[in-house]
């Protein structure tokens, strides 16, 4: 199995070492893999600080589906992965995948946030749950699919937010059930405001954005209410 990891990135200089600190211990390192960055325009030095023998592209298109769909344009693997430059991933991880595409074409991993509060378990509750029983992943819960069932569910859409629902819909839309890894990736909740009350009411929009995109509401305009939701 050969996997190309897709890492959008704009203005990470604060994560990104870190990130590439713990691809390099991992296993995956080698012959059959591959890790791009796609580069959205970074001002803070991130691109300077992508190392060998990691590469760096630039984003073509526009938000972070045009940067992931760029990264798998330019991918060499069979299998694409996508990966958040916040994440880190759990030991084993590229043999989790290895058994869930066994199975299926398509898969995720489920998230565990970094720091736990009465929120925070809720909403990784909420999503791990979507995952396993509505077989609908976000970004940040590390996708990963055929790269041929990629490209014939027609990529991420162009749109300036709810690119990642709309393409769980698309694979629903086909047919193709969503696996699980047995762990799960490990987060920042740093999307998330100080404070319980904050967190709650952040997690509340997020998802009264989606339901209002479920009813026909446009990505342009959900996308200047997101703005707000942070």
């Known amino acids: 199995m050969s996997v190309s990891v897709i890492v959008p990135v704009f203005n990470e200089a604060s994560t990104i070492d870190s990130l590439q600190d713990h691809l ?21 030095g991130t691109r300077n600080r992508v190392r060998s ?6 984003q073509e298109g526009r938000g972070r589906g045009g940067a992931l769909n760029t990264g798998a344009r330019a991918a060499k693997g069979d299998v694409l992965f996508f990966l958040h430059c916040d994440s880190v991933l759990p030991e084993g991880a590229f043999r989790e995948i290895e058994e869930v595409l066994s199975r299926t074409r398509v898969g995720s ?57 709309q393409f769980a819909l698309n694979l629903k839309l086909l047919g193709e059930p969503l696996g699980m890894t047995r762990h799960r990736i ?45």
């Not at 023998?53 to 630039?58: A, C, E, G, N, V």
């Not at 999307?191 to 319980?196: C, L, Q, V």
């Open 186 to 230: 490990r987060t920042s909740a740093r999307r998330f405001p100080k404070g319980e009350l904050n967190r709650l009411r952040t997690w509340v929009s997020m998802a009264r954005l989606r339901s209002r995109y479920l009813k026909g509401a446009s990505p342009e305009e959900l996308a200047r209410a997101y703005g707000n939701v942070r």
């Open 24 to 44: 390099d211990c991992i296993d995956f390192v080698g012959e059959c893999c591959e890790v791009i960055f796609v580069d959205g325009g970074s001002t803070d």
């Open 53 to 58: 023998p990691y590469r760096l592209i630039d």
């Open 109 to 165: 991993f489920g998230i565990r946030f970094n720091k736990l509060t009465p929120v925070l378990l809720l909403c990784q509750g909420m999503s791990n749950l979507r995952v396993k029983f509505r077989h609908i992943s976000f970004g940040d819960q590390g996708l990963f699919i055929e790269r041929d069932l990629f490209f014939e569910a027609g990529m991420f859409p162009d749109m300036p937010l709810m690119e990642d629902f």
